[in-house]
């Protein structure tokens, strides 16, 4: 896509606040002196077997990208490519009925949406919010010596994969299941209480990918220890099993070159923390001492957040994975 986008016209506009040049979350409009635009799209293929399931997922999912430019989500419209044989449309009042319900839970009311006949069932959502003009966050603000948080374990890309081949438990079927239908927005409510600098939401490029374009868009390193990432157990023996999404080599392939992994590192670990996640946590750069009351706060609220690593002056990768 990166391809593709150089290859766009870009034409300047003094109340864009925030544009696609640093593949953030969302894009920002400025309304006036103090209010801006949020908007982001996002709709995807079937992750789960459970039709109201991948619907509420799809929800959350879409409704993250505005988490995570510290705005608040105001309404939706639905994006759905379902076939016109062969799948009732049963299905669809399912996979609706989940997103609705999981829209109603963020406070979202649904306008509207649109339908395409397509032999391949995607759906997801287009999502408006508002956003205080001098409270955005983006992924270009991390700065050095913040700390790095994440707020939800990796392993949906992993786990997901499993399910197709009948190879994931029925627990961590479950489990998981619940964490990417878990709105960030308690998260996010928790962060604006803090001095964070940068943040974006951990989506399909894995945490390494999504940690790169913060890197490269703040021009810093960061460093991930590896063994303080959260992550499902069941997903790394799974990845001991090579049951893997198809797009982590492709990302690797992406970042390579400006990554440093240890040796040390497990070979099921390095997969996990390239693993594509649909709905996962918000991956924060933040003050380091904020980091710790931040930290206590969403685990009070239930939350499995926890410091994964540090933001450094840039010397070297823009990634370091120790």
Not at 53 to 74: E, F, H, R
Not at 111 to 121: C, F, Q, S, Y
Not at 207 to 214: D, N, Q, R, V
Request: with cysteine; net charge negative; aromatic share 6%.
């Amino acid at each position: 896509m990166a391809q593709v986008l150089g290859k766009v016209p870009r034409f300047h506009h003094p109340d864009v606040l925030v544009g696609y040049e640093t593949a953030d979350d969302a894009g920002v409009f400025r309304l006036d002196r103090e209010r801006g635009l949020v908007q982001t799209v996002d709709f995807f293929t079937p992750v789960v077997d459970d039709p109201y399931q991948y619907g509420a997922i799809a929800a959350a999912n879409a409704l993250s990208d505005v988490y995570a430019m510290g705005g608040k989500p105001l309404t939706a419209l639905a994006i759905a490519c379902f076939p016109e044989k062969g799948v009732e449309l049963a299905i669809l009042a399912e996979i609706m009925k989940g997103g609705a319900e999981k829209l109603h839970e963020a406070g979202v009311p649904l306008l509207g949406g649109h339908t395409v006949a397509d032999p391949e069932i995607k759906f997801g959502y287009s999502i408006t919010g508002i956003v205080h003009t001098e409270r955005i966050l983006t992924n270009a603000g991390a700065k050095a010596g913040d700390a790095l948080v994440l707020t939800k374990p990796l392993g949906s890309g992993i786990l997901t994969s499993g399910i197709k081949f009948n190879k994931t438990s029925p627990e961590a079927a479950d489990r998981i299941i619940r964490i990417m239908a878990t709105l960030n927005r308690a998260a996010a409510d928790v962060m604006a209480r803090y001095h964070c600098h940068g943040v974006t939401d951990v989506t399909g490029n894995g945490l390494l990918g999504h940690a790169y374009e913060m890197a490269h868009a703040s021009g810093v390193t960061l460093r991930i220890e590896a063994l303080r990432v959260p992550f499902l157990e069941e997903g790394y023996r799974l990845a001991e099993q090579g049951i893997l999404p198809r797009t982590i080599p492709t990302t690797w392939q992406i970042i390579s070159g400006a990554t440093s992994i240890a040796p040390p590192v497990a070979e099921p670990l390095r997969s996990i923390l390239l693993d594509p996640q649909t709905s996962g946590g918000l991956l924060i750069a933040l003050d380091p001492e904020d980091s710790r009351p931040m930290l206590e706060a969403m685990l009070a609220q239930g939350i499995e957040a926890a410091e994964i690593g540090a933001v450094e002056e840039r010397v070297g990768p823009e990634i370091v994975v120790v």
